[in-house]
């Protein structure tokens, strides 16, 4: 049995190790924050009280941390692992620097960001987006079955799922904008936001994220399958690399301004759809 040491038990690493440890895999978690990795324990998952705890003798470290940051900090002194699953959302030169730090601790990397959120890694279906050597694919793929759906291989080069990554979140994050100003723009002009949902429904302009991100909105039920300042982070890091490839996104320009007044107005731990706070009059209001 592959003992696998998961750091990062937040809204995406806790299911996770909580899957891995149904798959039979043998699991060590650690949290900066240790009270939110107990609840594992329950689910026969070692809380260890350092992240070297958790990965002594490991043979697969899970990082799953809010930035590069977090990752190099929690993997300090850590060496020798035979595979290092990097599944946090990081940018371009952060997923190189990751990957050189590998590289010098003789850890076998594999570039893997995650598409989905809470729901998807509570049931297990996140979709495993992975670029590393060949030797690890048989390895990362035991681990991978058991927190995703289906895992998208794209060679051997970590950052290479990275990048798609950042166009996948470029898609998510302005469709999300979008999704909150048009309800802002209907409730506005006195329209009732829900006939623009149903007007939409099943027909060529539909998609059932429009669907599940604007009832929430209508709702009112903003509990954070993924919280609005980790998606503004996110945004950041897609900011960066379009300055660097030279192209500009004025969609996501945007989106970036209206996540910061979000985040002012005290949204920033509802989830990203909070965004639609920013575009409602009274965020004008509240400026003043």
Known sequence: MSTVAV????????PMARNLAGAG??????????EKAQPLAEHGVTVAATPAEAADGADVLVTMLADADAVEAAVEGLRDIP????????GLHDAKRLAGLAGERGMGYVDAPVLGTKQPAEQAQLVVLAAGAAELHEP????FDAVGRKTVWLGDEPGAATRLKLVLNHWILGMIENIGE???FAEALGVDPQAFLSSIEGGNMDSPYAQMKGKAILADELEPSFPLRLARKDIGLILDAAAEA?????ILEVAAQQFDRAVEL??????MAATVHAARPSAATSST
């Open 83 to 90: 595979l290092w699953a990097q599944m946090s959302t990081v």
């Open 25 to 34: 895999f043998d699991v060590r978690a650690w949290n900066r924050t240790a």
């Open 266 to 271: 005290g949204h920033g731990d509802k989830d």
């Open 246 to 250: 030279g192209i500009d996104t004025p």
């Open 7 to 14: 750091l990062g038990t937040g809204i995406m690493g806790f």
């Open 140 to 143: 990362a793929d035991a681990v």
């Open 182 to 184: 048009t309800i802002a």
